[in-house]
């Protein structure tokens, strides 16, 4: 088995294109890989705005839970859980039969403070406990829809029954998504990367953005150091940052993430070209 020399570029008194070529891109890589992030960090008076916005979906505490039955009205976009005989829930005026069971269904509660009910339609709830919204449900069906008086109870549905918040970590992560944010739960920065698979490592990013909705409807967004072996605090820094419901955190490329990618790719592509591993022995 002889050694292919051709292929390894050593044939002749001069290097070759192909061998300029990669030593140039070596060259031009190796200079631009001490380009900056140039990524500007929030001040303490944008942190402090950003942290006031959010979460996008709004939460609904066990302490109100508890309360709002007798002390709280619901409010506009809560979700009030309705149970009530099955056979009011038709459109019909049969009196209920004893075996009729009682079944929950949800409703929304209106930017003008009304709920919709099956067959009556709208009814205010607006400055009512959820006791008084009982009364005002068997009223509205008592005794124009049934004959006798139905058992309505209502409460206010927990988080994890109307639809479980989400955050998204997208960009220089291995595996970004939409991941759930449960209810009694903090995440930090570190452990939403880590959902995502860690950071890519090929680019070693450095920053994060992190984007908010904000009053009226604005979105907010501020960067934050994530890693830095340099800088030991960027870990307990990034430990301290913290994602609320709702929440995209972006990795996004900066001027040293993008040359530190376009090395990779030189040495790839120009390496994989000028040492053919498949190619590198003659069989006899």
Request: glycine share 8%; charged share 20%; with cysteine.
């Amino acid at each position: 088995m002889a050694f292919a020399k051709r292929n390894c570029g050593i044939v002749g008194e001069r290097p070759s294109k192909s061998a300029s070529c990669f030593f140039l891109s070596i060259f031009v890589a190796l200079h631009l890989v001490g380009c900056s992030d140039q990524v500007s960090l929030p001040s303490q008076e944008e942190l402090a705005a950003f942290e006031k916005a959010g979460p996008v979906i709004p939460t609904v505490s066990m302490e109100r839970l508890m309360t709002a039955r007798m002390q709280e009205s619901p409010l506009p976009g809560e979700v009030l859980e309705i149970t009530m005989p099955v056979i009011l829930q038709v459109v019909t005026t049969d009196e209920p039969s004893a075996a009729a069971t009682a079944a929950p269904f949800l409703c929304r509660v209106s930017e003008t403070g009304t709920i919709a009910l099956p067959a009556v339609g709208e009814i205010e709830v607006a400055g009512k406990t959820l006791a008084q919204i009982e009364a005002a449900i068997i009223g509205a069906y008592y005794p124009e829809y049934t004959q006798t008086r139905p058992s309505v109870f209502v409460r206010l549905a927990a988080e994890e029954e109307v639809g479980q918040p989400m955050f998204t970590v997208l960009g220089l992560v291995s595996s970004p998504g939409n991941f759930p944010y449960p209810p009694r739960v903090r995440y930090n920065m570190m452990q939403a990367l880590g959902f995502a698979g860690g950071l890519d490592r090929t680019v070693d990013p450095r920053y994060a953005t992190i984007y908010r909705l904000g009053p009226g409807g604005t979105i907010l967004g501020e960067t934050f150091a994530i890693a830095n072996v340099k800088k030991a605090a960027t870990l307990i820094d990034a430990m301290n940052t913290p994602i609320k419901p709702g929440d995209v955190v972006f990795v996004e490329h900066t001027p040293r993430t993008r040359t530190k990618e376009f090395l990779d790719g030189v040495l790839r592509i120009t390496v994989g070209a000028y040492l053919p591993i498949d190619s590198a022995w003659d069989e006899d």
